[in-house]
């Protein structure tokens, strides 16, 4: 029944869920994307299902991002009205980390009380098992340590500017390589960069790679320079296989990253900063040893029965 409103446009899409809701009448409905669609289709099934929203980012992050048009004129101030008044209809929200939820609450007027805070889980397990599998010979062929892992869409919310901007100063210092993993609207301009840089032996660009955890695990660093991060599972999967972590702090980073722990966070978002950071953990063995087993300790807080059980306790807490 939901396929048939694909295509039609989003009427049909919303009355298609509206009638899968009123047939399956469930009691929980999560919303991860389009809250507002759900949220009325929802409503107007008229069945009581709760409705949940899951924040997976800092809204005023979204948009100030160059990639969305909501950002701009009359359509901002339209989106920001019917956050306010949809989140306030929404039976609970849950957010991946406490900046988001504190951006819900300072920017938008969301009632503390009605947000719980749950990251988003990681099935350890399965990240250290593919991790076990070789990555292919191009990219063997130059694997020279140390080396350094970034993964992510190559869009402007990651940042990559920074981080090669970052690199051309860390190899005054070190002489490391760079791995990205990803492929994006903004790979020539990357590529441009890299070359203008002088970079072209020291980045390589791997695009996307279905099983990203092999060449992860086998890092000496990942970095991640993100303006934004609403979470950051790709942490937590380094994290999982004992590799450090250096990234920009935003409000996501903040709740898996514990400074000079298991990596550092770089509050001051320049290439300067971020190739010190870069530097202080590859150049010292032992301080990367010790955030070694720390990051592996770290991880698994956010394994993936412990989160259920923290889901499960929310959902019945909805029904209280």
Request: hydrophobic content about 45%; proline content about 4%; glycine content about 8%.
């Amino acid at each position: 029944e939901l396929e048939s409103g694909q295509g039609g446009g989003r009427w049909a899409q919303w009355n298609a869920f509206r009638r899968y809701v009123s047939r399956t009448r469930p009691q929980v409905v999560v919303s991860f994307l389009s809250y507002f669609s759900v949220l009325t289709a929802v409503h107007a099934a008229a069945t009581g299902a709760r409705v949940v929203f899951n924040q997976q980012t800092p809204m005023t992050a979204f948009l100030s991002d160059g990639d969305y048009p909501w950002r701009r004129g009359w359509r901002r101030g339209v989106f920001n009205a019917a956050t306010t008044l949809g989140y306030a209809a929404a039976d609970r929200i849950i957010t991946t980390s406490q900046g988001v939820a504190d951006d819900l609450v300072d920017a938008f007027s969301v009632r503390r009380g009605s947000i719980s805070v749950i990251p988003n889980p990681v099935d350890l397990d399965a990240v250290r098992a593919a991790a076990a599998e070789d990555i292919p010979p191009e990219h063997a062929a130059k694997w020279a340590k140390p080396v350094i892992v970034a993964a992510g869409r190559l869009a402007e919310a990651k940042n990559y500017p920074l981080l090669i901007d970052a690199m051309k100063l860390l190899r005054e210092r070190v002489d490391a390589r760079l791995f990205i993993l990803g492929t994006g609207e903004q790979e020539a301009s990357i590529r441009a960069r890299i070359a203008e840089r002088g970079l072209e032996d020291a980045v390589i660009l791997c695009g996307f790679q279905k099983n990203p955890w092999k060449y992860i695990a086998r890092a000496d660093l990942f970095a991640l320079s993100s303006h934004y991060e609403g979470f950051g599972n790709v942490l937590i999967e380094a994290m999982a296989n004992g590799v450090p972590v250096v990234a920009t702090a935003s409000a996501g980073t903040r709740d898996i990253v514990r400074h000079n722990v298991d990596g550092l966070l770089v509050e001051t978002h320049g290439a300067v900063t971020f190739a010190d950071a870069l530097a202080t953990v590859l150049s010292n063995h032992a301080t990367r040893q010790r955030m070694s087993e720390e990051a592996r300790r770290g991880a698994e807080r956010f394994a993936l029965p412990k989160v259920s059980q923290v889901y499960d306790d929310t959902f019945a807490g909805v029904f209280a």
